[in-house]
């Protein structure tokens, strides 16, 4: 889809009558309900003029350019993508074109830069980003995938002196190459080698855009090939009892839906620990390795992030295309997918929307749920519903069901019984709900549960911060272990400082004397500190204090969990205080969900340790009632 679609010729004569960027805002404004930005808007105005008039220079007048195109299974968009005829084999030619209007950039490491405007953030680099532009075209495009030579990629920096430019360094390939003002010519030439200019292709140029726009978008199976053989590679998984059960009942559905043209939904509910992502995962691969179009979403960025540096690695950016989010499937084609895997399905939002939509448009949009069920044959919801921590979270077996037979869907539900987190011990789980007032058993002490039994899971109240910090550390003589704090929302959470001429963490969390900064936040890295992803699973997490954004689906050895004041007991019961928590999106809950997104943020804390938790509150009569719970 592109907002605007014309020759180059026509598209050129509306930019010199500066009417082609009121023409996008104006269908940005249909499309999306929403104003454009005055930098977008800038960049239109500043990027389009020049760069149309060498297209045109190069006597490619009569081909098609698509502004503004959206990629598939992703909000990104291309600058510019110019449809033609490759005058050298007569086949459709696709050339995406990624404009800056950059002056000078220097790197920050492999495929990285750092642009003055921009501040310390650095950004790819821009050949490395029109590259997987492409590679994120062709994988989801199975008519380009067919024959993948006739895409091709170029950055163009129309502001950029060569003289000045620093950034010759750089991988070159059909699908990235970058061309500064001075090398107008060498990108004239280059486009006269991939787009006729011969004005008898102009039929041949439409045809090529009426097949783009009509193609239907979809994993290509040269990526379910290359991501099954990325996933064979790092992971190997032994499905255990329910596991087992919940991947065969998935696979019927997926021979169902072929031999019978069916659609089943199915859920697969389970506690911390009880292997949802190891299903997941399994499922990925082997789907995959099938030839079956599949993918993997999450409602969780930091989840999502670390699938696709840990399962993948760095070495293949196609396969962890794969790994998306739940809101990137709007305006996608039903059933478009054999398989959708929603890992931490109780993160479904109410809507599904982009950035686009207006506040006031919200109501109007369509259900999450419901989008992720029209997606596929067979969407897989895996899901806790103990861990629902934000308003508007609403991933529960029965809002699925109901959405799934509103559908027409068949439901299939499987129960995952065992624990794999917290050392395997069942009984740890069961302490926590109890604790917390999840279960209709009243709170036990940890001792009194595990008497006579051989569980080695360990748990400790301890008496402060610092005591807490020191009983982590005591955990890691150079084992390799990984220990973290975690706590709930009690504290505000600051934009990074400079200091002495470096951006460093705030100390927010602070209790007495003891002080301790936030994991970074999304979007403002700091030197030393992991990114806001990567806070459980970066050694460096340690010293940082992780929130439940970040500490939600991942796990340690050893858990430290800080219970604040927005959750504490009085008497024989848990009481929510809304005015002590600094949680935005939390506190703006109704009176009954306030208690419950509190509750269970604290169970997800609780149960990250795989070998020990140790606890502390800041308040006194809830430290006095952990203590006896530890006990």
């Known amino acids: 889809m592109a907002l605007v679609r014309d020759d180059a010729g026509s598209l050129l004569a509306k930019a010199e009558a500066k009417e082609l960027h009121e023409l996008l805002a104006q269908q940005a404004r249909i499309r999306f309900d929403a104003a454009t930005g005055v930098g977008e808007l800038r960049s239109w105005q500043n990027s389009l003029p020049p760069f149309l008039a060498d297209v045109v220079q190069a006597g490619l007048g009569h081909v098609e350019v698509l502004l503004e195109h959206r990629l598939p299974y992703t909000p990104k968009r291309v600058d510019a993508l110019l449809c033609g005829v490759h005058p050298a084999t007569g086949r459709s030619s696709y050339v995406l074109v990624e404009l800056k209007q950059w002056t000078t950039a220097e790197s920050v490491g492999e495929d990285l830069v750092r642009v003055p405007q921009y501040g310390d953030q650095p950004v790819l680099h821009p050949a490395e980003q029109v590259r997987r532009y492409c590679q994120q075209l062709v994988d989801f495009t199975p008519m380009l995938a067919r024959e993948a030579d006739g895409v091709y990629g170029l950055a163009y920096l129309h502001n950029a002196a060569a003289e000045g430019w620093r950034l010759r360094q750089y991988r070159v390939d059909e699908y990235g190459r970058l061309y500064t003002r001075d090398e107008r010519q060498a990108l004239i030439d280059r486009l006269r080698a991939l787009l006729n200019p011969d004005p008898s292709s102009r039929e041949g140029a439409r045809r090529a855009a009426d097949d783009l726009l009509r193609a239907p978008t979809t994993p290509s199976k040269q990526l379910l090939h290359h991501a099954a053989e990325e996933v064979r590679q790092r992971e190997q998984f032994v499905l255990l009892d329910e596991q087992q059960v919940a991947y065969t009942i998935v696979e019927q559905a997926v021979e169902r839906s072929k031999d019978e043209n069916t659609k089943t939904v199915v859920i697969v509910l389970g506690g911390p620990g009880s292997g949802k992502s190891v299903v997941a995962l399994s499922l990925l691969g082997d789907l995959s390795r099938a030839g079956r179009r599949v ?179 005591a955990q890691n003589p150079g084992s390799g272990d990984t220990a973290r704090i975690a706590a709930g929302y009690c504290w505000r959470w600051s934009d990074p400082v400079v200091v002495d001429g470096r951006k460093a963490l705030v100390d927010d969390v602070v209790i007495g004397d003891w002080r301790r900064p936030w994991n970074a936040k999304p979007e403002k890295p700091v030197p030393g500190a992991p990114a806001s992803h990567f806070w459980a699973s970066d050694t460096r997490g340690f010293g940082q204090v992780g929130c439940i954004y970040t500490a939600q689906g991942f796990e340690y050895d050893w858990a430290g969990v800080i219970i604040g004041d927005d959750f504490v007991r009085r008497g024989d019961r848990w009481v929510a205080q809304r005015d002590r928590s600094f949680d935005g999106q939390v506190k703006r809950a109704s009176d009954e969900e306030f208690p419950a997104l509190v509750r269970n943020t604290y169970k997800v804390l609780l149960t990250r340790g795989m070998k020990a938790t140790a606890l502390y509150s800041t308040d006194p009569e809830t430290q006095r009632f952990l203590e006896q719970m530890a006990g």
């Open 295 to 473: 993918m993997h979403a999450t409602g969780s960025s930091s989840f999502t992030n670390t699938l696709r540096k840990i399962v993948i690695g760095s070495r293949s950016t196609r396969a962890q295309q794969l790994f998306v989010y739940f809101n990137s499937f709007i305006g996608e084609q039903k059933n478009s997918l054999d398989v959708l895997i929603c890992d931490e399905a109780h993160r479904i939002r109410e809507t599904s929307v982009n950035r686009f939509t207006k506040a006031d448009k919200r109501a109007q949009a369509k259900r999450q749920v419901q989008e992720l069920i029209d997606i596929a044959r067979v969407p897989v919801f895996l899901l806790d519903e103990h861990q629902v921590v934000r308003p508007g979270e609403m991933g529960t077996e029965a809002e699925i069901s109901a959405a799934a037979t509103a559908a027409g869907c068949g439901v299939s539900v499987v129960r995952l019984d065992g624990q794999y987190r917290c050392g395997g011990s069942a009984l740890y789980e069961q302490w926590v709900l109890r604790l917390l007032g999840l279960t209709h058993l009243p709170p036990v002490p940890w001792s009194a549960l595990t008497r006579d039994t051989d569980d080695t899971y360990r748990v400790a109240a301890l008496p402060g911060p610092e005591a807490l910090e020191s009983w982590l550390t």
